[in-house]
């Protein structure tokens, strides 16, 4: 049964459960999802009370974009009432940036599968947004930039490192520096995203996607997912060794359950 559970007031942020699939869907539409703290306080949030059933997690966009990235109304003198960007000079500083990627770092969780579902504009923020997912599925309208160094800024919201292991460090750097538009070709030719499709077939698309991935057992999905995770920091023998110990592992779990 489906349930519309509320999201943290205030936070532009919208949470539905359907069984085992949760959907995060940015709501911001005015601003093309720009980015505040509450927003990314929010996501945290959100993965802090997630229920135990949930397997997949798909993050979209409502309106015209995924998200314009950070609301750059946040650096005017102006502001935008109820938010505020901790400065730099604050001592504080690097604990408020921590607090902005925990809202990042929770869809890497081996217990669940996380989808981004990108259509439009999938800038900064919201491009790293998207790089925190573990798959991306693309409309073909879609467009993203990594736009902080042209603001004279550092991308810090985790996606550095999955930007540089999807298309290695010289296209890395080059995307970052250039802050240029990278489109859903293009895209996908990189190996940024797993699929691209018509912008009227996304949401039907990414449900397919997230019905595939709860057809493995939940023990399955997780001891898998966590297997593969661990595997770029280790050699061969090494992997092959954690092979054998997850699959011991997870079939000693299952008791007289165990298909083996």
Same mark, same amino acid.
């Given at each position: 049964?489906?349930?519309?559970?509320?999201a943290?007031?205030?936070?532009?942020?919208?949470?539905?459960?359907?069984?085992?699939?949760?959907?995060?869907?940015l709501h911001?539409?005015e601003?093309?999802?720009?980015?505040?703290?509450?927003?990314?306080?929010?996501?945290?949030a959100?993965?802090?009370?997630?229920?135990?059933?949930?397997?997949?997690?798909?993050?979209?966009?409502?309106?015209?974009?995924?998200?314009?990235?950070?609301d750059?109304?946040?650096?005017?003198?102006?502001g +935008?009432p109820g938010e505020? /960007?901790?400065?730099?000079?604050?001592?504080?500083?690097?604990?408020a940036? *921590?607090?902005?990627?925990a809202?990042?770092?929770?869809?890497?969780r081996?217990?669940?599968?996380s +989808?981004?579902a990108?259509?439009?504009?999938?800038?900064?923020?919201?491009?790293?947004? *998207?790089?925190?997912?573990?798959?991306r599925v693309?409309?073909?309208?879609? +467009?993203?930039?990594?736009?902080?160094?042209?603001?004279?800024?550092?991308?810090? /919201?985790?996606?550095t490192k999955?930007?540089?292991?999807?298309v290695g460090?010289?296209?890395a /750097?080059e995307i970052?520096?250039?802050?240029?538009?990278?489109?859903?070709?293009?895209?996908?030719a990189?190996?940024?995203?797993?699929r691209?499709v018509? *912008?009227?077939?996304?949401?039907?698309?990414?449900a397919?996607?997230?019905?595939?991935l709860?057809t493995?057992?939940?023990?399955?999905?997780?001891?898998?997912?966590?297997?593969?995770?661990?595997a770029?920091?280790?050699?061969?023998a090494?992997?092959?060794?954690?092979?054998?110990?997850?699959?011991?592992? /997870?079939?000693?779990?299952?008791?007289e359950d165990?298909?083996?």
């Amino acid at each position: 049964m489906a349930s519309s559970l509320a999201a943290p007031e205030g936070a532009g942020l919208k949470l539905d459960i359907d069984g085992p699939v949760a959907t995060i869907t940015l709501h911001r539409p005015e601003r093309r999802n720009a980015m505040t703290p509450s927003l990314w306080r929010g996501l945290a949030a959100i993965g802090d009370d997630l229920p135990p059933e949930v397997r997949v997690v798909v993050v979209r966009g409502d309106g015209p974009s995924f998200s314009a990235g950070i609301d750059l109304r946040l650096f005017t003198p102006e502001g +935008i009432p109820g938010e505020e /960007l901790t400065s730099p000079s604050d001592p504080d500083f690097e604990d408020a940036v *921590a607090s902005y990627q925990a809202g990042y770092l929770w869809l890497r969780r081996p217990e669940i599968v996380s +989808i981004a579902a990108v259509h439009g504009y999938a800038i900064g923020g919201g491009f790293q947004l *998207a790089l925190a997912c573990d798959l991306r599925v693309c409309a073909d309208d879609a +467009i993203f930039c990594m736009k902080e160094p042209a603001l004279g800024l550092v991308p810090d /919201l985790t996606g550095t490192k999955p930007l540089v292991e999807l298309v290695g460090l010289p296209r890395a /750097l080059e995307i970052c520096l250039t802050a240029r538009n990278i489109d859903a070709a293009e895209a996908s030719a990189l190996g940024l995203v797993q699929r691209v499709v018509p *912008a009227a077939d996304l949401d039907a698309a990414v449900a397919a996607l997230a019905a595939g991935l709860c057809t493995a057992a939940a023990d399955t999905a997780r001891a898998t997912k966590e297997l593969l995770l661990g595997a770029p920091g280790r050699s061969l023998a090494e992997q092959s060794a954690a092979e054998i110990a997850m699959q011991a592992r /997870l079939q000693r779990s299952r008791g007289e359950d165990s298909p083996w």
